[in-house]
């Protein structure tokens, strides 16, 4: 079974974050990364530390990036790094991710983000994932993405992060639409794909890029 429908109204709340301070913790991370399910590129990473005190009119605009326009993501970037008490981006390659696999090079993006935090996250939150062998406490967080705050504003950076890295590889590789669709498997990309054959940042391993290989 795939997760359930989310609602664009669906708002992101600090109740996770607010257990682990009223615990002791005072730097809490969120975690989330983009780009597991594309057919060419990286998977990202962010995570995003931020103040127990939140100002500005951005915060009622944060939801999960999935559910924000591109526009709306580049808005609410610069608020969430300004406010942020720390944050951290991580990227692990297209040959990593044929080599390792999906999963284990998402949780090696989710440790690079973290482990870019400073001061450092001494409790972190992370959508669905838990990281093995990590020594800070972790919760994973069902649906975290949608409910909880921290972990909505690293979903917004590592989106934006990522449509950056994509569209700068739109220009080294020419043809694929890589601005556009941002490696993901749309129609055009397919299209593009079996034309070109593929780019030296496809997932080989990855249908349809194996098909067509």
């Known amino acids: 079974m795939g997760r359930p429908a989310r609602s664009p109204r669906a708002k992101p709340t600090l109740v996770e974050e607010k257990q682990l301070w009223r615990q002791g913790y005072r730097f809490v991370a969120g975690v989330d990364e983009v780009g597991r399910g594309a057919l060419a590129g990286p998977v990202v990473a962010a995570a995003v ?45 297209c040959w990593t991710i044929e080599s390792v696999g999906i999963v284990r090079a998402t949780q090696a993006a989710m440790k690079q983000a973290i482990k870019q935090l400073s001061p450092p996250a001494d409790a972190v939150l992370i959508d669905y994932f838990t990281l093995p062998g990590f020594k800070v406490y972790q919760k994973g967080v069902v649906d975290g993405d949608t409910i909880c705050f921290s972990i909505a504003c690293a979903s917004i950076v590592a989106k934006v992060a990522r ?37 030296p940042i496809h997932r080989r391993n990855f249908q349809p890029v194996r098909d067509v290989l």
Do not use: N
């Not at 808005?75 to 406010?83: A, D, Q, V, W, Y």
């Not at 055009?188 to 070109?196: G, M």
């Open 49 to 93: 530390v931020l103040p127990s005190k939140l100002s500005g009119p951005w915060r009622e605009k944060v939801r999960d990036s999935k559910l924000l326009s591109p526009a709306q993501r580049e808005s609410l970037f610069e608020p969430i790094i300004g406010t942020a008490v720390s944050f951290g981006v991580g990227s692990v390659d």
């Open 163 to 199: 449509d950056r890295m994509m569209v700068e590889f739109d220009e080294t590789y020419p043809g694929y639409l890589f601005a556009e669709h941002k490696g993901y498997g749309t129609e055009d990309h397919i299209a593009c794909l079996r034309r070109l054959g593929p780019s």
